[in-house]
């Protein structure tokens, strides 16, 4: 038997002491608190969808569909990932735009879901893997580099802008984009937000500079700043230049050293303007750089070339938001008076002005082409960026609205205008006074000429009453003579030193503007103004301008009598030349018309 001594031996072995149990606590314990860190910063579910915390106010914010949309969580989301890359998104009053690098294997007329997630100033553990889903506004190509645009409803209460895309569902096939790195949300009001070549110089396009109208500023107030090499990864600006002008929402910048030889290599660079903190800053003072979404572009020519390959005598630009329905009346008028080619700035119009443009362009062989601009009351910038791109291509080009007309009036002399009459106008110009660069024609004003629905025929037959005095006038200028700053009032531009514009005598030509139209179509003026320096009616602000219709408030309420308002001289003198020369003998229709048959 064993003796009592090693009987205790034994016992001590086999049990453990008090501070053996301590150790093994402390130590699973430690080892707990491992886990839970690390699976609170990495966590297991999908990290590749991240919602962000942005600014406290967008927590406010809230789509016009509720919380019923449908939404998931995590693990649904990421299955079948591909991934694209969100280059940039912009915060807007009514939606949230993102600028995607497009990945060929979406194909052609894409679907996506806009994808929001839970600011984290309310996530709760309960929700925090819930995201959802909203059917985006539009998807569009842009730009020069084969990007996309893609626009979607604003984030509802409690849930992020930084937005994220999905790819609606095809048989089995779920195509998700994730904002890896990139989680950054831009405000509308504090943006570069588009740049192009011009030479061996880069203009670009700014929000957040609130610089006087219609006048140059001090362009040293001004850097410009280039994001080489590996500025998608560090989001460094490399390099710095001055800026040589600066007007409005444009400056135009000096290229760096090592692309200056060789504009073409700036293609596709980052581009943003820096300047001085605030208004009483020393000029040695470091410049605040603003956001951007800029890339650097060159803009290539669209349209078809003539066959000699040389520049068309005459042009239109014109900025539009759903404004399809007026486009076929008013290219096929001004294509019989010798306008050749065509560029329509598209602003967010969803009115399928994409196919209305394409029929033009096919069926009727018209040289038009659409550009998508989607940046809300900037024409005056987007007049400039037309300006540039039809410099390449172009003698000529007039800046007009699609309820605008050009008329030759009767004379008992010669009859009636002949066809490309306008062209012929601007091409004895060119050749009598060189020096003149810009054409002034004085605009009539029509009002609704007693209709209450709009006409069936065409605007120049239907509105034959107008107010009796001019307002304003509108130009056809030459791109390659306008001031280095592309300084601009909407529809006229500054010229460089030494040319000089012309006003059209109203015997010679007028501009019938048919501003007034029936109130049907009038009040879609309500919603939002293209004019960065015209006030939205809305507000209450230069209610005597001329900006402004007359006896109207700030709603868009039918003020009495309307479809006799602005009615002071009738005027039929377009409307007989419309049906003169563009009715059909056998059935009377004009082009624009839609056949019954």
């Known amino acids: 038997m064993d003796s009592s001594e090693q009987r205790r031996k034994r016992k001590r072995i086999i049990r453990p002491s008090s501070q053996t149990y301590l150790r093994s606590f402390i130590l699973c314990f430690s080892f707990l608190i491992f886990l839970f860190l690390l699976s609170y910063q990495i966590p297991f579910t999908s990290s590749v969808f991240r919602p962000v915390l942005v600014v406290s106010s967008l927590s406010l914010l809230s789509s016009s569909s509720d919380l019923s949309s449908s ?85 509802p209460a409690n849930y992020s802008a930084v937005v994220n895309l999905r790819k609606v569902k095809n048989i089995g096939v779920n195509v ?56 998608e990864k560090d989001g460094k600006f490399a390099l710095r230049t001055k800026a040589i002008t600066a007007a409005q929402e444009v400056v135009r910048c000096e290229l760096p050293l090592s692309v200056r030889k060789s504009p073409e290599k700036a293609r596709g660079i980052r581009i943003t303007i820096g300047m001085l903190p605030h208004i009483h800053a020393k000029a040695h003072e470091k410049h605040v750089l603003l956001p951007s979404v800029a890339k650097i572009s060159d803009l290539k020519t669209e349209g078809r070339r003539n066959i000699e390959n040389v520049k068309y005598d005459l042009c239109m630009c014109t900025m539009v938001w759903n404004q399809a329905s007026a486009l076929r009346e008013w290219i096929t008028y001004h294509s ?14 969803d009115d399928n002005i994409k196919a209305v443009v394409e029929e033009l362009e096919t069926e009727n062989n018209y040289n038009v082409t659409r550009h998508v601009w989607p940046w809300i009351k900037t024409q005056e910038a987007g007049f400039s960026h037309c300006a540039l791109r039809a410099k390449q291509e172009c003698n000529w080009v007039s800046f007009m609205d699609v309820d605008e007309y050009f008329y030759f009036p009767y004379s008992t002399r010669t009859g009636y205008a002949g066809q490309h009459a306008l062209r012929s106008l601007v091409a004895n110009v060119s050749s009598s006074s060189p020096k003149i ?150 059935t009377g229709l004009l082009p624009w018309e839609r056949s019954s048959f």
Not at 177 to 186: F, I, M, S, Y
């Open 176 to 231: 998700v984009h994730v904002g890896d790195e990139n989680q950054t949300l831009n405000t509308w009001e504090n943006v570069a937000y588009a740049a192009t070549l011009d030479g061996n110089t880069a203009v670009v396009f700014v929000k957040g500079l609130n610089l006087r109208p219609q006048r140059e500023s001090d362009s040293s107030q001004f850097s410009c700043h280039f994001g080489l090499g590996n500025f």
């Open 336 to 349: 019989w008076l010798g306008v050749e080619r065509w560029f329509i700035y598209d602003n967010n119009s």
């Open 71 to 155: 939404s998931e969580s995590f693990q649904d989301f990421s299955s079948s990932i591909l991934h694209l890359q969100i280059e940039g998104r912009v915060l807007f009053p009514d939606h949230v735009l993102l600028l995607v690098n497009k990945n060929d294997l979406l194909g052609q007329n894409a679907e996506f879901e806009c994808v929001y997630g839970r600011n984290r100033s309310v996530l709760s553990n309960i929700e925090s893997d819930v995201i959802v889903k909203e059917k985006a506004f539009s998807v569009d190509d842009y730009g020069e580099s084969g990007g996309m645009l893609v626009r979607c409803p604003l984030p």
């Open 437 to 586: 660069a810009e054409i002034r024609t004085t605009c009539h004003s029509f009002g609704p000429s007693g209709l209450n629905s709009a006409p069936s025929q065409g605007i120049t037959v239907g509105y034959t009453c107008r107010l009796k005095s001019p307002e304003r006038h509108k130009s056809i200028i030459r791109p390659d003579a306008l001031d280095t700053t592309l300084l601009n009032v909407v529809h006229h531009f500054y010229l460089r030193k030494g040319f000089r514009y012309l006003n059209l005598p109203q015997s010679t030509a007028v501009i019938n503007h048919y501003k007034y139209q029936v109130w049907e179509v009038f009040r879609a003026k309500f919603f939002r103004r293209v004019a960065t320096y015209v006030t939205d009616w809305q507000k209450n602000q230069n209610e005597g301008s001329r900006d402004r219709a007359p006896g109207l408030g700030t709603e868009a309420i039918e003020p009495p009598n309307w479809p006799l308002q602005f009615c002071e001289v009738w005027d039929t003198g377009l409307r007989d030349f419309v049906l003169s020369n563009f009715a059909d003998l056998s």
